[in-house]
């Protein structure tokens, strides 16, 4: 029986709302992040962050969303944007090469 590699999980947090012209965003947002099961314990996750186009204001983002290992969503508005933007957020783990499986949310 060969193993595989196991999809990476996390909770995602709420949608986020911020005023027009707010200073930088930076808050906890992605929780219970796990690689898998205890034999992937080893592994680490990271996070792709992408946002669907297009966003309601041209050049939405001054500082494009990011989430760091440990969950913290950070992103900066450009002067003056309203409206909205869809982010997906996939966690990859750096399992085996072939067998990686990444958990989209």
């Not at 595989?4 to 906890?28: H, I």
């Amino acid at each position: 029986v060969i193993e595989v590699n196991d999809a990476p999980t996390f909770t995602p947090g709420p949608d986020v709302v911020v005023l027009e012209d707010a200073a930088a965003y930076s808050q906890a947002w992605a929780t219970n992040v796990s690689p898998g099961p205890a034999n992937e314990s080893t592994q680490t996750v990271r996070f792709e962050v992408q946002v669907t186009p297009p966003a309601t204001f041209p050049n939405f983002f001054a500082v494009a969303p990011a989430i760091a290992p440990d969950g913290t969503l950070s992103f900066t508005l450009s002067q003056d944007a309203n409206g909205s933007a869809i982010v997906e957020v996939v966690a990859i783990d750096n399992g085996p090469v072939g067998g990686a499986v990444n958990h989209v949310n």
